[in-house]
């Protein structure tokens, strides 16, 4: 299926951040499909498009057609086709979105590791929202000290879960800066204690604010804790 078929909303943030339910609130919304993580699969398919399109540049920079040639026929592969391709997949088979979709995605934690630095991140941002059609993306952030104490990380060195979010929010907000009119960023803390605010995140993504329908979602409890 084209990957205009729909239009994607994306969640990127860090573990234990309330990812799980601002997706869990965006799904109450009709058509829409945003699935949940799926080990960064999004970061990996962006470095294979990466990797076949530096392939594609050094098949320019000399001749490769003859056999003996180290990157013989390099200058044959074709990168945007595999992109469009790569994708496409992504979404009929990875997302699978139901009938009736709309507007599908994914949330995804995996933002300190595998990255290779902060330059890498910003490039890979701007590859959803360059090739991922009406693509928005919702940064979600949280309380260190929550997320330090929430039950997946409360056993780990503070300083480890720490470095992991501050590396995160410094990734997002230079994101957010570098691409105002498709990034939105959530404070998992303010928005919870004021669920208004979440008004503006829906009228930023175009979908239908429900104040009853976010308050009965705002209070289900989750139950994804460390299996025992």
């Not at 004021?194 to 009965?216: N, S, T, W």
């Amino acid at each position: 299926m084209p990957l205009d078929s729909y239009r994607y909303i994306f969640i990127v943030t860090y573990a234990r951040s309330g990812s799980t339910l601002l997706m869990s609130l965006l799904n109450h919304c009709d058509g829409t499909c945003i699935r949940g993580e799926n080990r960064a699969t999004l970061y990996h398919l962006y470095r294979a498009t990466e990797a076949l399109r530096d392939t594609f540049r050094r098949g320019q920079s000399g001749r490769q057609e003859e056999r003996d040639r180290p990157w013989f026929g390099a200058h044959e592969v074709r990168p945007a086709r595999f992109r469009r391709q790569l994708l496409a997949s992504f979404v009929s088979a990875g997302l699978n979105p139901p009938p009736g979709t709309r507007i599908t995605g994914c949330k995804e934690i995996r933002h300190h590791h595998p990255f290779h630095d902060d330059a890498d991140f910003a490039a890979y941002i701007a590859f959803l929202l360059e090739n991922f059609p009406g693509a928005k993306i919702v940064f979600n952030s949280r309380d260190l000290g929550a997320v330090r104490q929430s039950a997946w990380l409360k056993n780990r060195p503070p300083k480890q879960v720490e470095t992991m979010v501050k590396t995160c929010e410094r990734r997002f907000k230079a994101a957010q800066a570098a691409h105002p009119a498709q990034c939105f960023w959530v404070d998992y803390d303010a928005f919870t204690a004021q669920p208004q605010r979440y008004g503006a995140l829906f009228e930023f993504l175009d979908l239908p604010y429900d104040p009853k329908r976010i308050a009965q979602v705002l209070h289900k409890t989750l139950d994804h804790q460390p299996q025992k």
